[in-house]
């Protein structure tokens, strides 16, 4: 089993930055991709920025540019560094892991979440 608890979160200022970590623990020799998803008011989870075991990224178009997806991989733990934040990223954010062999696997595709961790950006 897969432990993710995820820490950094808070109410920052548009424009502002935050810094979310995820630390994996358990058999976290099985995990392949890790990925940051968020979850709004709209009540649909979709994904920010994903990494995959080699280190290749993925962002979401909305992401791109202003956040940054890094991971170390002897701790298990990956970062999402948020610069310039707007009102809209105002999300509970949700760290994920997935033992598929698959890059980028799709949100369905991912096995293991964290407890997420909000953050709201106030204008």
């Known amino acids: 089993q897969v432990q993710l608890v995820e820490s950094g979160g808070g109410v920052v200022q548009a424009g502002g930055s935050l810094r979310l970590s995820c630390r994996a623990s358990?058999?976290?020799?099985?995990?392949?991709?890790m990925g940051w998803f968020r979850q709004g008011t709209k009540n649909e989870r979709e994904l920010v920025a994903s990494i995959a075991a080699g280190g290749s990224t993925n962002y979401a178009g909305s992401a791109k540019g202003r956040f940054t997806i890094s991971r170390e991989l002897v701790k298990g733990t990956i970062y999402l560094q948020m610069n310039n934040l707007k009102p809209e990223d105002s999300a509970m954010y949700y760290c994920?892991?997935?033992?598929?062999?698959?890059?980028?696997?799709?949100?369905?595709?991912?096995?293991?979440w964290g407890q997420g961790t909000q953050v709201t950006v106030a204008s």
């Open positions: 358990g058999s976290i020799y099985g995990i392949n991709a």
């Open positions: 994920a892991a997935s033992s598929d062999i698959a890059p980028f696997p799709t949100v369905d595709e991912f096995d293991y």
